[in-house]
């Protein structure tokens, strides 16, 4: 069960009430591969609780905020590991290039190739672990009215394989009022559905343009949609939540429809996390994943 909220969450200005809301449910990473691949297919994710050493992720979120030190985004002479926003308006072209840096140094490559994740994706994934060289990875301010709308990633990814996995990792604690991600219960197979409807419509576009999220048959940014109520009642379905904790780590399908909340936290911390995509390298790979996310890159 969900343990009751002090606020209403929110996404995209509309709210979602408790009726919307259910609990995601934990996956013990030592159980076997075989029970948690069963479980992943059954749900279209897997919440591996406590999978990275809490130490390790609480280190790599101070040393990512302590590159914006100078950016005006963080509270003066607090500990970056805290991640307390400054509630200014911090000098964005800075920030933007600090992202930039942090996106392609050693310590975040280290953090996503973590030896006992890639590890156990080798197991869960059949075959030799490649992870995708476009790895994500955001901040988001308390109060920011805009947050990624519903979706699911094979949008993005139509280029290789759909037999990839996405790893979203919560880089700290981050408490449901926070805004991690929530997931439309049972929506893997919806999200399946949506793909064979979309390919159908694109059949007749050129090759380039009927890979690309952003064509004329899709939605803005290749979202499903910005209202999650609309959606969760359209699908009769709810959107699953979850207390995570520094250590904790989400896998979920290509198909599997997800979004983002409204931080709302009380303390004024940022949320920090990232999202990297783990497939066999013996399966077709996306070429148009092969270099570094940048701001503008439209993938």
Known sequence: MLRPLETTLESNHYPLSPNLLGALK?????????????????????????????????????????????????????????????????????????????????????????????????????????????????YTKPGDKSATGAHYDLVYLRGGTDRFCTVWIPIGDCPIEMGGLVYLEGSHA????????FAQQNQLLPPEERLNAFNKNMGENGWISKNLPALAAKFGSRWLAADYQAGDIMLHSPYMIHAATTNQDALGRLRLSTDIRYQNVRDEIDARWSNHWTLEDML
């Open 26 to 138: 934990p996956s013990h990473p030592a159980h076997p591969v075989g029970e948690l691949l069963e479980q992943y297919q059954a749900q279209g994710y897997l919440w591996l609780q406590g999978f990275l050493p809490r130490s390790e992720v609480e280190a790599f979120r101070r040393h990512f905020f302590r590159a914006f030190e100078d950016t005006g985004l963080l509270t003066p002479h607090s500990d970056p590991a805290e991640g307390r926003w400054s509630g200014q308006a911090e000098d964005r072209t800075l920030a933007s290039k600090r992202l930039m840096e942090v996106v392609r140094s050693a310590a975040y490559e280290s953090f996503c190739l973590h030896p006992r994740l890639w590890q156990f994706l080798e197991g869960f994934l059949g075959g030799p672990a490649y992870l995708h060289k476009r790895k994500i990875i955001r």
């Open 190 to 197: 919806k999200g399946q559905a949506l793909e064979a409807q």
